[in-house]
């Protein structure tokens, strides 16, 4: 006959300590050698399976008490089934095991025979897992593939015999079986701990899904170091919506209105806490941007960078270095002084301008006073715009101004009273910039999209009245086709459907980018 049957050890040890009940620990025994990934039946040996090892453990014995797992003995061609891993024994995953390793004992063997044990549904093997004789106590280990109930099939031929199954530990699914789990396994510390010693990856994970999932309970799911590159990097070959190289969610999950955004390297989604948490003693989340290789802007959130008026450094909140836009109004807010339920919210003054200024007070003597202008106030200025306000203190004064540049300011006055001035001028690098302006703020993200809730009301309304949307919040289609936006709409939806299609990813063997 053909042989189909894992690597058979037969060992005249016995069954082991008499002692030893279903359920008991009972003695160790080496694991055959050999390959069970994705086993379905016998004959599947294909690619090398984790192996994972349990308290050894006695998990059926037929001269015991009546029982799924005890008495009677094995009736020859009466076959007997059992679940082993939902038994008297612990340790094992709810799923993504492929195969067991056992050690097949029989005794009170009735007369020469031979056990069959198989996955449960399938076809009886062509070659026996143990063989013996009358009155013979002999035992033998052997790699057992499982149902996808954990199921086998045990039979004995010719004569019946007393069977005692013990139990080491088992094998997870291979890469290629198509199941959800490649390692499923129980431990108190790492699972799985991979070092590599030179420059590749530590762990690639590629697939049409999720290349690597990490779920955790008390402990970290995924965890990654390095000391010379990075420790975690996720990437994904498609651009269309939703899509991440890295998602984060909690357990409160993702909100329900997230989906339709553009694709991100990293997403962070949660319903009731945080999406993106980070802690730094420097800076907690930076973003940078580029164009042609150059950083255009950067952001900070949580950092020490910067330097603001009056010399006042970080801690910032948040700190930009190029420019810093809204769509809302921008407040600052500080405690009451006497009612810890109230706070005391400013809101910033806005212009069509980016407008520079100092103020201060001075004297008139002999019916004029020269104002000096700070050097700093002259650095960031325009030399064209000038304005200047005199409010004479104490007395009526005719006053006037009768020059004024970026170095002094001469003022003249009837009277020689104290006064207040306020002299404003234009950011020399945007006294060119005007208030109306090409924009694509508001443009819609997709044409399902509606009007975006964190706009105020008067903001709302001008986009029904401009034509972005429709009064009941949906897109406009007639402007979206007008101005191009359908089509930048189906291009995007295209790149994303052709960036996900089979085959397009980066090479497990590339280096990070």
Known sequence: MESRRFDRRVSRRGPGPAA???????????????????????????????????????????????????????????????NLLTGPCTGFPPMGVSAVSLNITVTNTQGPGFILIYPMGV?????????????????????VPLADFFDVTVSAGVSGTDLIIDINGYFAFDLNDG???????????????????????????????????????????????????DGVVGTTASSAADMAGVLGEDGTGTPNQSSGHESAGVRGASTQHIGVFGLSEANAVAGFLFSGGATIARGFLGTTLGTGAGGTTGPWGVFAQGDFGASGAKHFVEPHPSDPGRVIVY???????????????????????????????????????????????????????????????????????????????????????????????????????????????????????????????????????????????????????????????????????
């Not at 990934?37 to 308290?55: E, H, I, L, N, R």
């Not at 014995?61 to 061609?77: E, F, M, V």
């Not at 302006?437 to 975006?452: C, K, L, M, R």
């Open 20 to 82: 030893a009940q279903i359920g008991s620990t009972v003695p160790n025994w080496t694991v055959p050698a050999g390959r069970s990934g994705g086993m379905k039946t016998q004959g599947d040996v294909t690619y090398a399976s984790p192996f994972v090892g349990v308290k050894p453990c006695r998990i059926v014995d037929t001269r015991g008490p009546a029982g799924p797992y005890g008495a009677p003995s094995l009736s020859a061609g009466s076959p007997r089934n059992f």
């Open 123 to 143: 076809a009886k093997p062509l070659v026996s897992t143990l063989n013996y004789v009358a009155g013979q106590t002999v035992a033998n280990a052997a790699i």
């Open 179 to 229: 199941n959800t789990s490649i390692l499923d396994g129980v431990s108190s510390s790492a699972l799985l701990y991979v070092i590599n010693s030179s420059t590749g990856q530590g762990v690639v994970g590629q697939a049409f899904g999720t290349g690597v999932e990490g779920l955790s309970g008390p402990g970290i799911g995924v965890k990654g170091a390095s000391s010379l590159s």
């Open 347 to 513: 809101t910033s003054i806005e212009g069509r301008t980016a407008d520079t200024y100092f103020r201060g007070t001075g004297r008139f003597v002999g019916h004029a006073a020269v104002i000096d202008v700070p050097e700093d106030f002259r650095i960031v200025t325009d030399e064209s715009g000038l304005t200047v306000q005199i409010t004479p203190i104490g007395g009526p004064a005719s006053t006037w101004v009768e020059s004024r540049d970026l170095y002094r300011v001469v003022v003249r006055s009837s009277s020689d009273v104290e006064f207040d001035y306020l002299i404003q001028g234009l950011r020399r690098a945007f006294k060119d910039v005007g208030p109306v302006q090409v924009g694509y703020e508001f443009v819609p993200e997709s044409a399902d999209d509606t009007i975006p809730a964190y706009l105020p009301e008067e903001s709302r309304r001008r986009l029904i009245a401009n034509g972005t949307y429709n009064s009941d919040g949906s897109v406009n289609r007639a402007t979206a086709e007008r101005l191009g936006w359908t089509r930048i709409w189906a291009e995007r939806e295209a790149a994303g459907k052709s960036a996900k299609a089979p085959g397009v990813g980066r090479d497990p063997g590339a280096p990070a980018q």
